[in-house]
């Protein structure tokens, strides 16, 4: 489906500033081309939900001289654009997510753009220009190791997540928790 602005800022209720997040929207769709926008049910921490706009799909990333194509969905609160958007990374079933600097277990962005945000300074393209960069430079999710076939039902029992250290001399690792969120060792593999 084509979006035209009129077409998103009827899809947005009254309590939004729809002429401006409805442009907005619309431009970050011309430029980030696998984005959609939705209204849905989000979940706060809270346990209250709120319908909101969300700008959901995938942004290109260059990781390696390789671009790919990371989930996201980007949460507009009606206080936008007076507050930023809630982020989230949004792994397919064969990915994992990369705990790390700017990304939590959960997969939530936190990001020095996102606390710093300013109204008329920033916007949704800066705002997924910065993404893309940024997950460059740390990927916020990797390819779900394959399992055995008689492991699987175990693997679906939790999802691991890893997170991307440094060491002293600035190179990054990958670290994986056991199901007791203890590291792996390298004699100490576990099983199912």
Known sequence: ?????DTIKKMLPKAYVRKHVAHEIYVAMTHFKNLIPMMDKYVYNDGTTKDLMSL??????????????????????ESY???APICYIRPTREMMIVRGKFISSNGEVEMPYLEEWKNGECDLVSLLQVMAVMFGDFPPVCIQPHSEPEQASCWLQFQRQAEVLSKTDG??????????????????????
Do not use: A, H
């Open 1 to 5: 489906m084509s979006y035209c602005e």
């Open 56 to 77: 959901t799909g995938t942004i290109p990333v260059l990781f390696n001289d390789k671009t790919y194509n990371i989930p996201i969905c980007l949460w507009i609160e």
């Open 81 to 83: 654009p007076q507050t």
């Open 171 to 192: 190179s990054f690792y990958v670290s994986l928790l056991r199901e007791d969120d203890e590291p792996f060792q390298q004699d100490n593999e576990t099983s199912c």
